[in-house]
């Protein structure tokens, strides 16, 4: 059984694909960007505004995309990878994969 790792704050919940789904165009946008948001510098919103989750909705191969990403595990691990390696070198104050 294949799950995901997405929740409303991107905690690391796993979900079922089965789940995901059943999501709408706009909660799968909302829930991408959550994770993945567009980089606006410190002064802006922490969550996404209606015009990025708009901008995505209107793109149906996009959120077709995206609804599988959100839903398959091998891209979650792919991503958790990236997230401990950027912490990893960030201690070890050196670039590359952390495990070399």
């Given at each position: 059984m294949q799950t995901t790792a997405l929740t409303q704050k991107g905690t690391g919940t796993l979900c079922k694909p089965k789940t995901v789904k059943t999501?709408?165009?706009?909660?799968?946008?909302?829930?991408?960007?959550r994770l993945f948001?567009?980089?606006r510098g410190l002064s802006g919103p922490p969550e996404p505004t209606e015009d990025e989750v708009?901008?995505?909705?209107?793109q149906p191969k996009v959120i077709q995309e995206l609804r599988r990403r959100l839903s398959d595990i091998?891209?979650?691990m792919r991503c958790t990878a990236e997230?401990?390696?950027r912490r990893s070198n960030r201690e070890d104050e050196?670039?590359?994969?952390?495990?070399e």
């Amino acid at each position: 059984m294949q799950t995901t790792a997405l929740t409303q704050k991107g905690t690391g919940t796993l979900c079922k694909p089965k789940t995901v789904k059943t999501w709408s165009d706009e909660e799968v946008a909302r829930r991408w960007l959550r994770l993945f948001p567009i980089r606006r510098g410190l002064s802006g919103p922490p969550e996404p505004t209606e015009d990025e989750v708009s901008t995505l909705v209107r793109q149906p191969k996009v959120i077709q995309e995206l609804r599988r990403r959100l839903s398959d595990i091998s891209w979650w691990m792919r991503c958790t990878a990236e997230t401990i390696a950027r912490r990893s070198n960030r201690e070890d104050e050196c670039t590359g994969h952390f495990w070399e």
